[in-house]
């Protein structure tokens, strides 16, 4: 059974930064595109960044680019997001998905992914 836990979550002020862990069990993910989502309050789920398998290609949001920096250690079958000069507007429960397609593809839609982990609470204070 696929497992997706998130952790690192947690309140900051304006312009500090916060680090996300989530951690895959029950497969080998090394082959499959892993990406983190977002759903503020009262708003839709939406993409904030995803990496792929292989040499890592990665893409984000317009929205966190240059902020965001998403990574993964397919050894620890383990991906992150360091999240620096955070904003309100960032605050939201941020989600860990796998797309275990293995395509080349570095999905943005939900559709996309097949597992999901719980969420983590990310609270950034002006």
């Known amino acids: 059974q696929v497992q997706l836990v998130e952790s690192g979550g947690g309140l900051v002020q304006a312009g500090g930064s916060l680090r996300l862990s989530c951690a895959a069990s029950?497969?080998?993910?090394?082959?499959?595109?892993m990406g983190w989502f977002r759903q503020a309050p009262g708003k839709a789920r939406e993409f904030v960044a995803a990496i792929r398998w292989g040499r890592g290609v990665t893409n984000y949001a317009a929205s966190v680019k240059d902020r965001f920096t998403i990574s993964r250690d397919n050894a620890k079958n383990t991906v992150y997001l360091q999240m620096n000069s955070l904003k309100p507007e960032d605050t939201a429960v941020y989600y860990c998905a796998v797309d275990s397609s293995t395509t080349i593809r570095i999905g943005v839609a939900m559709a996309e992914y097949d597992y999901w982990g719980q969420g983590t609470q990310v609270t950034v204070s002006s």
């Open positions: 029950g497969r080998t993910f090394s082959r499959y595109t």
